[in-house]
Structures are given as structure tokens and as C-alpha cells.
Nanobody
Framework: QVQLVESGGGLVQAGGSLRLSCTAS???????LGWHRQASGKERELVTA????????YVADSVQGRFAISRDNVRSSVYLQMNNLEPEDTAVYYC????????????WGQGTQVTVAS
């Protein structure tokens, strides 16, 4: 089993930056770690993901060039660096994990609010 704890959300002005952190417990070797977000009244969407073992990344078109995912194997943590934030990025951001080769994200953190003021 994997437990995920996010931190680092907050209020930022448009054009600013934030870094979210997600610390995981449990063995992550066979997992993909991802950051999802859910804006008010909208469906949850996958923003970016990384395979824990190889570090292969996926980044959604909507954040390409602005957001970056990274991992720290020693700290069992995954990070989301968000630059040039836009009001449309306002959402609750969730860290999640799934087994490689599967579709379902099975472990979720509690979420952290990111608010971008215009």
C-alpha cells in the first residue's frame, strides 16, 4: 500500500511560481506517480506523471512548457514545479499513484489548493 501526502499549495499572483511536494510511503518501484487537478465545477484531469523507476514523463498540453514533474528517490518524493501560473490553473491538486501498465489511479493524497489571482 502507498500513502501520499501533498504540500506546497497556496495563493500566488498570475505569472508567479509554486512548487508542490508529494511524499510517499511504501515501495514505489512498480508505480507511476502523477499530479492531477480539479477546478471547481470541472472534472479532474491528469496534469503530469512520471514512472518511478525510469523517470519517463508525461505532461499535458495545457501545461507544457510551464509545469515540470520530478522525483527524488532518496526522499520518496515527487514534485510539481509550476511556473508562469495562470488563473485557469486554480484548482485542487492531487498526487496519485497507479501500477505501471494500468489505467486506474488507486492511491490518492488529500489534495492541496492552488489559487492564482489575476
Amino acid at each position: 500500500q502507498v500513502q501520499l501526502v501533498e504540500s506546497g499549495g497556496g495563493l500566488v499572483q498570475a505569472g508567479g511560481s509554486l512548487r508542490l511536494s508529494c511524499t510517499a510511503s511504501g515501495s514505489l518501484t512498480m508505480y507511476v506517480l502523477g499530479w492531477h487537478r480539479q477546478a471547481s465545477g470541472k472534472e479532474r484531469e491528469l496534469v503530469t506523471a512520471i514512472t518511478w523507476s525510469e523517470g519517463i514523463k508525461y505532461v499535458a498540453d495545457s501545461v507544457q512548457g510551464r509545469f515540470a514533474i520530478s522525483r527524488d528517490n532518496v526522499r520518496s518524493s515527487v514534485y510539481l514545479q509550476m511556473n508562469n501560473l495562470e488563473p485557469e490553473d486554480t484548482a485542487v491538486y492531487y498526487c496519485a499513484a497507479k501500477f505501471r501498465g494500468t489505467q486506474e489511479w488507486i492511491y490518492w493524497g488529500q489534495g492541496t489548493q492552488v489559487t492564482v489571482a489575476s
